[in-house]
């Protein structure tokens, strides 16, 4: 088969990873930066190139679309669908899943379970907003933050007002969040490829750190999972509509809530804590897919 990574940086460890494995199973695999795609999108024969020349016969991509590029990136990552290239995640769910806003709302409506959570936008409604999370101490976020920057957590009701108060006054759009304490600065991050997870970890932050994020300093342990988690894991990734997904849940007195879906997730982490060829499943998922796809076009 014929793949293509989109991802700016060849030498970054998921891109080389991805490109490892795939070649290892014997395909042709190119590393493209989606930002140097440029594309004709009026033709019927709609095309994609890069570097001046068409890119023809691919059979799947894999975007590796960072939070950076996400409108530049989605709109290439359409441009090849319309080509009828497979790609595990589509640019409606990439782009989906990059609103936090609208991905928390979509995964309450199919009754997964989420922390507390409110939006506001006027600031006289902060008061209403503090209480319906049910006090301090909470979590406040930026809509546009990752990599635990922009996650606050504010210990008191003081604290809380002041920085919303702060972030409204910049016109940031902000999340509150019921606090879950009982995490106790860990979260699990879920790698889900197709409808099932594959490898999963416990991150626990720094030393006197609420936030687990692995760039925050945190460290990870390969985890158990129950099988409530999988299935919590599992059916978080389905809503969004992503088929490989970093899915991350808190442990709470309520059973795992899910904060939030990756729709690229990091290899490096995981296959170091897990011991897991992460890379190597999901090349296998793709080459499944593809295979489905044909047989099923025989008929
Ligand atoms: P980012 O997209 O920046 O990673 P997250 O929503 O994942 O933002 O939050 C970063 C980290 O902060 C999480 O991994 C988790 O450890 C911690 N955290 C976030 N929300 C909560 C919460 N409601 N309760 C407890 N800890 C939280
Ligand atoms: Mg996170």
Partial sequence: ????ILSRDSNLYSTRRLKEAGEAQGHEVRVIDPMRCYMDITSHNPKVLYQGIPIVDADAIIPRIGAAN?????????????MGVFTPNSSQAITRSRDKLSSL??????GIGLPVTGFAHATQDIDGLIELVGG????IKLLEGTQGIGVVLAETYQAAKSVIEAFRGLDANILVQEYIKEAKGSDIRCFVVGDKVIASMKRQGADGEFRSNLHRGGSATKAKLTPEERSTAVRAAKAMGLRVAGVD???SHHGPVVMEVNSSPGLEGIEKYTDTDVATKIITYIERSLTGRESSADH
């Fill in 1 to 4: 088969m014929r793949m293509i």
């Fill in 70 to 82: 996400t409108f530049y990136g989605t709109a290439v990552v359409r441009q090849f669908e319309i």
């Fill in 105 to 110: 709302q979509l995964l309450a409506r199919r």
């Fill in 136 to 139: 301090a101490p909470l979590v």
């Fill in 249 to 251: 849940l808190l442990r």
